[in-house]
Nanobody
């Protein structure tokens, strides 16, 4: 059974940084594309960053230059390094694995 478990969310001041982690079970990790999505209150879920099995990445325009997605295949873990955080980054962040697998989400709140 595939499981994705996110961690690392929390409260941070504007301009601060957080690193999210997504621990994946099973054999999906090495060859599946992985992504981070987020959903803010009253808004639709949106893709934030994506990484494929070869390590190629793509980002939403709103986070380019501030967020970095990377993966450690040996640890079966996906990461999202978030720098220069803004209030509009406040959302629940979800880990996604190709094949339709979702984590439970982790809350990120950017506020002074």
């Amino acid at each position: 059974q595939v499981q994705l478990v996110e961690s690392g969310g929390g409260l941070v001041q504007p301009g601060g940084s957080l690193r999210l982690s997504c621990a994946a079970s099973g054999r999906i990790f090495s060859y599946n594309s992985m992504a981070w999505y987020r959903q803010a209150p009253g808004k639709e879920r949106e893709m934030v960053a994506l990484i494929n099995s070869r390590g190629s990445t793509d980002y939403a325009d709103s986070v380019k230059g501030r967020f970095t997605i990377f993966r450690d295949n040996a640890k079966n873990t996906l990461y999202l390094q978030m720098n220069s955080l803004r209030s509009e980054d406040t959302a629940v962040y979800y880990c996604y694995a190709g094949g339709g697998y979702w984590g439970q989400g982790t809350q990120v709140t950017v506020s002074s």
